[in-house]
Each structure stands twice: as C-alpha cells, then as structure tokens.
C-alpha cells in the first residue's frame, strides 16, 4: 500500500475527528440488558433497541443453545446450495403467519433484506416513491435498482402525491412507494392510513420496513400497518431489535414475490445462510411475543413514565408515544456533553448529530425497554437532572 493512500486516508480520519463527528464505542463485558457493565462500571442502558428486554432472555438462549446440539454451528453454505434446514423454513412461515401474508424470505440482516428487495422487483420501467427520511438500507436498496427514483419530504402527503403524480406522468408502468414504519430518529410512525390511500389512489405498491416496530407496535406486536389497520404490500424487517436482537432480516409479502426473491435477490444467493441458533431462537421469540401483552403494556407505560419525568425535568422532547424517546439539545457539542456527563453518572445514552440527523437538531435518543424497572427510571431521570444543570442545558 502506498504512503499517498494511507495519507490520504489517515487526512480524512482528522477531518472528522475535527468536525466533532468521530464515534468511539464503548466495549460492554456483560450480556446486553437494561444494566450492563462498561470499563468496569455498571450503567444503566437508555440506548439499545432491547424494545422487550429479550436480548438475554433466558428461553432464548436455551433455543439457541439447544439447536447448536442439534443442529450445529454453522451453516458454510448459501441456502440454495446446501445451506436451508428445516429451521429456515419454519422461521420464514413463522414470520409469515405473524406478519399476515403468503410467505417471507430470510437475509443476514434487514440491510441486506432492504439492498436485496427493488432490484429483482423493478426494472427501467418503473418508478419507486421513497420518503425522505428512510433508513439508508432503503435508500442503498433503491441505488441498485434501474426503476426511476422520487423522493418526497418525510410524511408530507402533499408531497408524496406530487410524486406519484409525476410517476404516473413519466409513464411508469409499476410504482413502489417505500417508507419506514417507524422514523427511527423521531419515533414518529409514517402516516400509513394517508399513504395507503394514495397508493391505491393512484395504483402503487407500499413497502414498509418496520425494524422498529416489529414486536411491539400494533395487536401482538404484528407493526405499524396493523397498529393503523392498513395493509402494506411487502415488509421488511429485522430479528436484530425486538425480536431478540441478534442478527438477521427479511421480507414478508405474496408469496410470487418472495418466490422470484429466491431465485434473484443477490445478497440471498450470495451470502451465508443464518445460524441455526438464531434460527431457533427466533421461532422462540416470535411465540413468546405473540403472547407478550404484558410486555407491550410494560413497555408503554415506561415510555409515558420516562417521557413525563423528562418533560417535567425542563428537557425540550419530540411528541409521540412511541418507545424511542429523543431528548432535542439542537447543538452537537451540547448533546455530546450532556451524554458524557450521562455517563459519569451512571447512564449510557448515545448523542446522534449531523450527518445522522439535520444540523442543529443533535440529540440525545434514549429508548425505553420492557424490563426497565420504576427505581432504574427514577435513577436515570435523576442524572438527567443533574446533567443538564451540570452541562447548562437546564436552567
Ligand atoms: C435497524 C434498521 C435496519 C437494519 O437492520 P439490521 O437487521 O440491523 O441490518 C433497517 N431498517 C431500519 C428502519 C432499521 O431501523
């Protein structure tokens, strides 16, 4: 490797060390849960997407640990070669009875499942509606497709049928709107009811990936379109945030559609097949989930509570009642301060800046989980309090 490369790369490492936008990450030596330990300390965690609290549930890690005995460690294989047991199967039905349709297929992670899904599904031909604020899988996934892109600011539906509009206009012979079901830096939902209509309006498909709503939103966790009552064409989603939280994504639609994704989507005949314990314990989380009220109504009462003690506190919040709850503090090094001030007392919590969010909207997101008790709560909400004094951000 030559000098000049490694110049060149060692100046870009600087620029963004010196714009404030380099990520250090903390090394965790405990299970990941609503209290883990960091450089020999314990801490409460406000920022994994532990929706549930079943990242280290004990009926998971026996699922798991049991199908490693029975069916071993790795695959070594693509599906299609020799790499589908009958746990690939059994999760991808599972998925479909849960989610309400034909059929769904299984990727390495919802990224991939999102790079995978518009190329084999579209051509020059068509048009895909993408909402401005997407996960940037969906965006990369729109990348490798030929279908004419359009983009419409985040939620706006005046937007969003301009564009259809124009797609129509442009001659496109299918039309895919995509979008998030839940906005991960606001945790606002996407106006699905609004976009349902339109899309049928004007004779589209809707793809939602709903990674953070899969588990707890909606009647049994079944997500945003059934907390709305809409049905979306084809979802995404992940078995890396509610469902378990290890790895893993798919898509989940009619079964022709999964079908053709079998025999074209590259990042599934190109990539290894999933472990078998994450198989397993997978199916595992999905029934447990299914019954989960109890967890769901947990959850949500813990966001109320957390949301109302911030509120109360003086700290300026997004509205929403879902589990992600950003606390706005608009100037990155503020958000910077306040979560290294967070950490001194006790509580783990990322500050998300731009590029991640639009300049002058840093924050701090912190996201609430099921098995996060009333003292854990009083206890961080109490070092949010001090924090902000300590940092200037209350006054
Ligand atoms: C987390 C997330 C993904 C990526 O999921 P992985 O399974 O971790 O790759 C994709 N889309 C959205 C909206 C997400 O929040």
């Known amino acids: 490797m030559t000098t000049a490369f490694l110049d060149h790369i060692r100046a870009t490492l600087s620029d963004i060390e010196s714009d404030g936008l380099f990520k250090r990450e903390r090394l965790i030596t405990t299970p990941q849960a609503t209290r883990v330990r960091v450089g020999g300390r314990e801490v409460i965690n406000l920022c994994a997407n532990n929706y549930l609290g079943l990242a280290n549930h004990p009926a998971l890690v026996a699922a798991a640990t049991k199908a490693m005995q029975d069916h071993g460690y790795g695959m070594a294989s693509v599906r299609f070669i020799c790499g589908t047991q009958d746990l690939h199967r059994a999760l991808e039905t ?29 051509g020059a031909e068509d048009a895909v509606i993408s909402d401005a604020l997407n996960h940037a899988s969906i965006i990369d996934g729109i990348r490798l497709c030929k279908a004419r892109r359009y983009r419409y600011v985040n939620s706006d539906m005046i937007d969003l049928e301009a564009q259809l509009k124009a797609a129509r206009e442009d001659g496109a012979r299918h039309i895919m709107i995509a979008t998030d079901g839940v906005f991960s830096m606001d945790g606002y939902h996407a106006r699905l009811p609004e976009i349902r209509a339109l899309a049928d309006r004007y004779d589209a498909l809707l793809m939602v990936d709903d990674c953070h709503a899969t588990g707890f939103i909606g009647p049994q966790g079944r997500g945003t379109p059934a907390h709305f009552d809409v049905r979306a064409d084809i979802l995404t989603g ?26 074209r989507a590259r990042p599934y005949l190109f990539s290894n097949a999933l472990p078998p314990a994450i198989v397993a314990a997978a199916i595992v989380a999905l029934d447990m989930i299914e ?13 109320a509570y957390w949301r109302a003690g911030l509120a109360q506190a003086g700290f300026d919040l997004l509205p929403g009642e879902h589990p992600i709850i950003p606390v706005m503090l608009h100037d990155a090094h503020k958000a910077q301060a306040m979560a290294a001030r967070l950490f001194e007392l006790g509580v783990y919590v990322s500050p998300f800046f731009f590029p991640v969010v639009p300049k002058g909207q840093a924050r701090i997101r912190t996201q609430m989980n099921a098995a996060l008790t009333r003292a854990d709560l009083d206890e961080a909400l109490a070092a949010f309090a001090q924090a902000g004094q300590d940092t200037g951000v209350l006054t």
């Open 94 to 122: 599972r998925l479909a009875s849960f989610l309400g349709t034909q059929d769904s297929i299984l990727f390495a992670a919802c990224f991939d499942a999102n790079g995978a899904l518009f190329e084999p599904l579209l």
């Open 291 to 303: 019954a989960a009220d109890d967890l769901r109504a947990q959850l949500f009462d813990n966001a």
């Open 238 to 263: 992940t078995l890396g945030k509610a469902l378990g939280g290890a790895l893993g994504g798919y898509i989940a639609g009619p079964r022709p559609v999964i079908d053709l994704l079998r025999q």
